[in-house]
C-alpha cells in the first residue's frame, strides 16, 4: 500500500522515531531510503514499506485509556484488534494505543507519558493495566483510570489477575511482493523480584487462515541512567514464505502474564514504529497513457502497480520535461514529430532494474495529407483504360478522384482505373484525407488520349467453287487502319491451313466439302477478324455415287455399287473380288468401310463410302454320343459351332474327375485318359464361348460314351 502522510509535521515525527544508525544495516536499509526519500518529496515515497504504523500522535490532551481494540490509525488507515486467548482475570491488562507510553528512538530511554509530561504526544502500542486493578490503588503506580503507560498489574498475592491477549494489525496486502521482513521499535522489560519466564510477548503471524507464533520476544535492556526504565530497541523477523504474494496478511504480538503476583508492576511491552517491507529488487516496467499522438500533446506515464520501489528515475527523449522521479509523472509534452524512447529505472535498498522501450512514442505531425499521384501511362488511344496511383504523403485514409471525361468519373479508392471512350485532354484531381483534414492537387491536361483508328479488313477470292485438284488464291483488302502490322490466314481443311501473306495462292483441299476462311490483322493500335462460313465449295464429281450401307451374315458376301465418274479405286481392296470395277463383290469377315474414289477424267476427282455390317449366327452345338471305335463316323467329341472367338471345352467323369480340356475347336476327345480307353458311359461337359461379336455364353451337358 503506498503511505499517505497527511502533513510534513507527521513526517518529521515519523523520522524521529527510527534509529538511523540500525536502520542502515543490511535488513533495515530499505527503511533507511525509504525515509530517506520523505525528506525530499512525499510523493516520491514509492510503494516501501508494504506496511507502517507509529500509531499517530495525540493533538495536545492525553488520550490515556485508549483501547487498541478497534483503534483505527491514521497512519496506516487500518484498524487494530485484540483477541482474548484463553480466560482472562477478573482485572487483566488490556492493549491500548496512547500517549501514556510515548515512542523513542532505539537506545533511548523510556519516560513516563502524557499524564506527567504534557509534551510527550507520540503513541505506542502497549499493555496497561485497567481501572480496579491492583495498581489502580497502588502508592507506586497511583493509575485509578487505568494505562498509565507500559505498566501492567501483576496480579497481587492472590493471583487473581492473569492477562493473555493478542493485539492484531489491519490486513496487509502483500500481493506482487515477496522475501518479507517485520521490523518494530520496543520495551519489555521487568524490574527486580519478577521472574521473566511469567510476563512474556510472542510475534504471531496470520496467513489468512491460522495464526501461528514466530518467536517470543527477548526482553529489553534497563535503563542505564534510571532501572526503573526501560531502554527502547529495534528488532526485526522475515515472515514465513507464505506471506509471499499474500493478500490476508496479519502481525500479532501475545502478551501473556500468569499472575503470579510477584511482579512490581512493570515495565510491561510497547511497540512502536512497525514496518512491514520487501528486500527484494523491484522489476521496472510501465505503461503510457497513449503512445500515438500528435505534435504538442501530452502524454502521462504509470510505474507497473506490482513493482515495489523506493525511487522512480524517468527519462523522456524529446520530451518536456525530460525527466521525472515521480512514480507517475504526467502531461509530458511531445513538441515534434517523430519516435521517441522511454526509460524507467527503479531503485530499492536491494538494487536497481531498468526498462527501456526504443521509439515507444510516436508523434505525428497531424496535419492534412500531401496529395500526389501517378498514372501508369499518360498517352492514351481512345478507348483504352489508366491505373492511377496513389502517392500522398503525410497518411491518408480517404481518397477522392475525379475524372472528367473519364468511367467513372469519380472514386474513393486509393488506386482506381479508369477508361476513356473518346480524343481529348482530361485533368485530374485527388482529395486526399485523414482525421485532421483534406488537401486537394490537381494535374492539368494530365490524360492525353488520342484517335488511333483500328484496323477493318476484308478478303476476296477470284473462285470459290472447284474440285479437289482446284488451287485457290485470296486477296485481303484493307478498309481502315492501314498499314496493317501482320495478316494472319486460316483455312481449315486446306493445305497449307495457314499463311501469314496478304494475298496467298495455291491452298488445295483435297476433299469435298465447304470451307470456312479467316483473316486477323493487326495494326500497332489492335486488331481485327473476318470469318467468312462455307466460303470455299468443294465439289469434285457432282454426279458420282454410292451404294447405300449394308449388313449380311459372317461368311456372305455382297454387291458393291458406285457410278457417275469414269474411274473407280476401292478401298480396302481385301475381301474385294476387284479394287478398280464400279461394282465389285465383297466378303468381308468383319463390318469394313469401303471407299470408293471417283474420277471424271479431266483431273476432278471425289471419295465417297459405303459401310458393311457384319451379322453373327451365334450356334453352338455338342452331340448327345459318340463312339470312338475306329470306324472313321463319329469316333471324336467336339465342340460344333461358327463365329467362335475363343473356347474351353472340359470334360468330366461322374466322380467329378476331369478326362479332357481344350481350347481349340478343332481338337475332340477320342474317349481315353491318360492313354487308355474309358468304358463306356455318361460324361458331364462344361463349355465357355466367346463370340466374334464380343458376346459370351457358359454351358453344362452330358455325352454318352459308347463302345
Known amino acids: ?420 471512350s473518346a480524343p481529348g485532354l482530361y485533368d485530374v484531381t485527388l482529395t486526399a484525407g485523414n482525421q485532421y483534414g483534406t488537401a486537394s492537387f490537381t494535374k492539368t491536361a494530365y490524360i492525353r488520349a488520342d484517335t488511333c483508328p483500328l484496323p477493318e479488313a476484308d478478303f476476296i477470292a477470284p473462285i470459290t467453287e472447284g474440285c479437289s485438284g482446284t488451287p485457290f488464291s485470296f486477296q485481303g483488302q484493307i478498309i481502315a487502319g492501314g498499314p496493317f502490322t501482320s495478316w494472319s490466314w486460316y483455312f481449315p481443311g486446306g493445305v497449307p491451313d495457314t499463311s501469314s501473306l496478304q494475298n496467298p495462292t495455291g491452298i488445295l483441299y483435297t476433299q469435298d466439302g465447304l470451307y470456312d476462311v479467316q483473316l486477323i490483322v493487326t495494326n500497332q493500335y489492335g486488331s481485327d477478324t473476318i470469318i467468312k462460313y462455307s466460303f470455299i465449295k468443294i465439289e469434285s464429281v457432282p454426279t458420282g455415287f454410292v451404294g447405300p450401307d449394308t449388313a449380311m451374315y459372317w461368311g456372305s458376301s455382297y454387291q458393291l455399287t458406285a457410278g457417275g465418274g469414269i474411274t473407280y479405286s476401292w478401298s480396302p481392296s481385301v475381301s474385294l473380288d476387284s479394287a478398280t470395277a464400279p461394282n465389285p463383290i465383297a466378303t468381308p469377315l468383319e463390318t469394313t468401310v469401303y471407299t470408293v474414289t471417283i474420277s471424271d477424267g479431266t483431273g476432278c476427282y471425289t471419295t465417297r463410302q459405303v459401310v458393311v455390317t457384319i451379322l453373327h449366327n451365334n450356334d453352338v452345338f455338342v452331340p448327345n454320343s459318340f463312339s470312338p471305335n475306329g470306324d472313321g463316323r463319329n469316333d471324336y467329341l467336339f465342340l460344333r459351332g461358327n463365329n467362335l472367338y475363343g473356347i474351353r471345352f472340359t470334360v468330366y467323369d461322374r466322380w467329378g474327375e476331369k478326362v479332357f480340356e481344350t481350347t481349340q475347336q478343332t481338337t475332340g476327345w477320342d474317349g481315353t485318359y491318360k492313354g487308355k480307353d474309358l468304358n463306356p458311359g455318361v460324361f458331364t461337359y462344361v463349355y465357355t464361348i466367346n463370340f466374334d461379336d464380343g458376346s459370351t455364353i457358359s454351358k453344362t451337358g452330358s455325352v454318352t460314351l459308347i463302345r
Open 1 to 420: 500500500m503506498l503511505l499517505d502522510f497527511q502533513n510534513n509535521c507527521k513526517l518529521t515525527h515519523f523520522l524521529n522515531r527510527m534509529d538511523y544508525q540500525l536502520l542502515s544495516g543490511k535488513i533495515y536499509r530499505f527503511l533507511l531510503i525509504a525515509l530517506v526519500s520523505l525528506t525530499m518529496s512525499l510523493n516520491s515515497f514509492g510503494q516501501i514499506p508494504i506496511f507502517f504504523d507509529d500509531f499517530g500522535s495525540t493533538t495536545g490532551t492525553c488520550d490515556s485509556s485508549n483501547l487498541a481494540a478497534g483503534f483505527s490509525s491514521p497512519t496506516s488507515g487500518g484498524v487494530w484488534n485484540v483477541t482474548p486467548i484463553g480466560g482472562q482475570g477478573p482485572n487483566a491488562n488490556e492493549w491500548f494505543i496512547s500517549s501514556t507510553e510515548p515512542g523513542k528512538t532505539s537506545g533511548v530511554c523510556s519516560q513516563r507519558g502524557c499524564k506527567t509530561d504534557p509534551t510527550q504526544t507520540k503513541r505506542t502500542l502497549h499493555v496497561g493495566n485497567v481501572p480496579g486493578s491492583e495498581n489502580a490503588s497502588s502508592a507506586a503506580v497511583n493509575c485509578p483510570a487505568g494505562d498509565c503507560g507500559a505498566v501492567y498489574d501483576p496480579g497481587g498475592f492472590l493471583q487473581t489477575t492473569p492477562t493473555e491477549k493478542r493485539v492484531e494489525s489491519p490486513v496487509i496486502n502483500c500481493l506482487g511482493v515477496s522475501n518479507l521482513v517485520l521490523a518494530f521499535n520496543y520495551i519489555l522489560g521487568e524490574l527486580d523480584g519478577e521472574i521473566s519466564n511469567n510476563d512474556n510477548v510472542f510475534i504471531e503471524y496470520f496467513n489468512g487462515t491460522a495464526w501461528t507464533s514466530l518467536i517470543e520476544l527477548p526482553k529489553t535492556a534497563k535503563c542505564i541512567a534510571d532501572t526503573n526504565f526501560a531502554t527502547w530497541t529495534q528488532y526485526s523477523i522475515s515472515l514465513p514464505a507464505s506471506a509471499d504474494n499474500n493478500p490476508l496478511v496479519k502481525i500479532g504480538f501475545r502478551w501473556r502474564n500468569q499472575g503470579l503476583g510477584v511482579g512490581v508492576s512493570g515495565p510491561s511491552v510497547a511497540i512502536d514504529s512497525i514496518v512491514v517491507g520487501s528486500l527484494d529488487v523491484p522489476v521496472a516496467d510501465f505503461t503510457a497513457s497513449d503512445t500515438v499522438i500528435c505534435a504538442g500533446d501530452t502524454v502521462n506515464f504509470y510505474a507497473d502497480t506490482t513493482t515495489i520501489a523506493s525511487s522512480y528515475a524517468w527519462t523522456f527523449i524529446g520530451g518536456t520535461p525530460g525527466s521525472s522521479s515521480a512514480q507517475n509523472p504526467t502531461n509530458i509534452v511531445f513538441a515534434n514529430p517523430g519516435t521517441y524512447s522511454v526509460q524507467l529505472i527503479v531503485g530499492s535498498p536491494a538494487g536497481t532494474d531498468t526498462m527501456q522501450k526504443i521509439n515507444y512514442i510516436v508523434v505525428n505531425a497531424c496535419t492534412p495529407p500531401n496529395p500526389d499521384f501517378v498514372a501508369n501511362d499518360s498517352l492514351i488511344c481512345e478507348r483504352e483504360c489508366v491505373t492511377f496511383t496513389d502517392l500522398s504523403t503525410g497518411g491518408a485514409t480517404t481518397w477522392a478522384w475525379s475524372f472528367p471525361g473519364g468511367v467513372p468519373a469519380t472514386s474513393t479508392l486509393p488506386n482506381p482505373s479508369v477508361c476513356y
